[in-house]
């Protein structure tokens, strides 16, 4: 197991700038995943980390040790590539082995090692096939496998799963996160997945254009996101997020929003929080536009002027297309962020008619 730490990290690929001043530190045995949109710098932390891409600037340490310029080989890591990297020609015990046999292990003790880890991911059955005999799910397995056999001080996931389908990536998610605390190694996991990321992290790293926008649990990134990016990209649906003066007019202003300029000002509300109450009772009004079954629960899309507002509630208490509504929230999870720089103002503050 090891501590990790990214101090003032950059790479740049030319004139483009991927990874801007990365400062980090993971915790020994702590499940860090970095998640963000695609060509966000995510993926080129952990080739710096593993030592496939090189460093432009800072430092990169292990233990205390700077591993910036060292091979890949001398950083004690296994890695599970986004292709698997499965060689086609092995066996899945061949392909498990394949390291130890680098070591000039024995092999008998090769051969000990490489099933006592295909029984702890049930796959001892499968070491005699070769990869295109297996399902994407066992793919999958054979390499977590060939890395925990490894037995790293550090694992590097890169897209695990994203070659899975839906219901194959929710039960591989489980089962990775509970290898990894049986095992307690430090593990940084790199996935466009907010779901991935929210279900599976000690600690999340969301990072947009080479930058990072927030680190945290998945609870304070969730209750609390740093700017108006975070917001919309973590939750489903995420955080429906307008002026605040589109609310306010209709609204009113509290006294505690009454130094706030509501030209300068957004206001966050996540659609788990927006309820529909009458009109007559209503600060706000919303025309419905779209409703979207989601089982025993519907995404409604309301306009409110030129504004489009999500809420997610249960079926029956869904309205109708074109119906008028109003619209209703806890006070305690409205959110607020500067219109310019979209960074977070404050929450557990009061809109009241």
Not at 305 to 327: F, S, W
């Amino acid at each position: 197991m090891a501590t990790i730490h990214f101090s003032q990290v950059c790479k740049t690929f030319g004139e483009v700038t991927a990874v801007d001043r990365l400062d980090l530190t993971i915790a020994d045995g702590e499940f860090t995943v970095f998640v963000g949109p695609s060509g966000c710098g995510k993926t080129t932390s952990l080739r710096m980390l593993a030592g496939l891409d090189e460093v432009t600037s800072g430092r990169i340490f292990i233990d205390e040790r700077d591993v910036t310029h060292e091979q890949p080989k001398a950083r004690d890591m296994a890695m599970v590539f986004q292709n698997y990297a499965l060689y086609p020609h092995m066996t899945v015990a061949e392909n498990i082995g394949f390291a130890l046999k680098l070591r000039r292990l024995g092999r008998a003790e090769v051969a000990e090692q490489v099933s006592r880890a295909a029984e702890m991911l049930d796959i001892a059955h499968l070491l005699q096939r070769r990869p295109k005999e297996l399902s994407g799910g066992q793919r999958q397995r054979v390499a977590v496998c060939r890395a925990i056999v490894r037995n790293p001080k550090v694992f590097l996931f890169d897209e695990p799963l994203s070659n899975l389908d839906p219901q194959l990536r929710t039960s591989a998610r489980g089962e990775i996160r509970a290898l990894q605390r049986r095992l307690g190694v430090t593990s940084v996991y790199v996935t466009h997945d907010q779901i991935e990321a929210m279900t599976m992290a000690d600690r999340i790293v969301i990072m947009r254009d080479g930058k990072v926008q927030q680190i945290g649990t998945p609870v304070e990134i969730f209750e609390r996101p740093a700017n108006t990016f975070v917001a919309g990209f973590i939750g489903n649906p995420p955080m429906n997020i307008l002026p605040l003066a589109a609310l306010g007019k209709a609204a009113g202003l509290s006294p505690q929003l009454a130094g706030v300029d509501q030209s300068e000002t957004m206001i966050g509300i996540r659609p788990e929080h927006v309820s529909f109450v009458s009109v007559s009772s209503a600060a706000t009004i919303a025309r419905v536009v779209q409703i979207e079954m989601i089982g025993t629960e519907c995404l409604v899309h309301a306009e409110i002027g030129a504004e489009r507002i999500i809420a997610r509630v249960v079926r029956p208490l869904a309205p109708r297309i074109d119906e008028t509504v109003g619209l209703a929230w806890p006070d305690d999870e409205i959110h607020l962020f500067d219109a310019s720089s979209g960074r977070r103002m404050g929450q557990n503050l009061r809109l009241s008619a």
